[in-house]
């Protein structure tokens, strides 16, 4: 499959305890063994990191020649083309599973070597329910088949779509702030998470 390259103008932090920490939590991650290969980044609410810890992770483990598939599944609130400042419309997650574009249109290479995005796409008032479509299993399945992980940037709170994602993934990561009431809003995220397939999570505290 041919993929167009998008250029991203954003790098890592130039913070080396930042990037220490993005680089334990890749070994962390690798260290969970061959069939943890899809993993699902969440929090309890929004503006706690996610979007930012999801992509620098995925660059992270693109940088030891892993092939990264990063998939914005936070559909509503998606920040990834703003921040990475795209010169160009892109396609999206939306338009795959709504039918209106085929798979290889929405699979994206970009300037960094192994990682290849797809975008959130354009807003939909209802992104639970193309979430719980066939072609999201289809789509894991090709994700499956052509790269080393699979990194989905899911939705914050307990809502339909989070519990979809959940389905699709091995492991999930909980994103949150060292505040009290954000550690006791991830508690909300830890429940569903714990009586599902995934026996294990890990909570990324954002400093």
């Excluded at 290889?104 to 290849?116: K, M, P, Q």
């Amino acid at each position: 499959m041919s993929r167009r390259i998008v250029e991203l103008s954003r790098d890592m932090k130039d913070d080396y305890n930042y990037n220490e920490s993005i680089k334990t939590l890749r070994t962390n991650i690798l260290f969970c063994g061959s069939k943890v290969r899809t993993i699902m980044f969440t929090s309890s609410v929004p503006d706690e990191g996610k979007s930012e810890i999801t992509f620098a992770a995925a660059q992270s483990m693109a940088q030891l020649g892993k092939r990264v598939l990063v998939i914005d599944a936070d559909i509503r609130r998606s920040v990834l083309v703003s921040r990475y400042q795209l010169g160009e419309r892109v396609n999206g997650l939306s338009q795959y599973l709504s039918g209106q574009k085929q798979l290889e249109e929405v699979i994206y290479d970009t300037n960094v070597e192994n990682l290849s995005v797809i975008f959130a796409g354009p807003y939909s008032p209802n992104p639970s329910e193309l979430l719980e479509e066939k072609l999201f299993t289809r789509l894991l399945e090709y994700g499956r088949s052509e790269f080393d992980y699979i990194i989905l940037d899911c939705p914050a709170g307990i809502e339909q779509g989070f519990k979809n994602a959940i389905a699709a993934a091995d492991r999930a990561l909980i994103v949150t702030t060292p505040e009290v009431s954000a550690i006791r809003d991830a508690d909300r995220i830890i429940g569903p998470v714990s009586y599902t397939h995934l026996r294990a999570h890990e909570t990324v505290l954002d400093l």
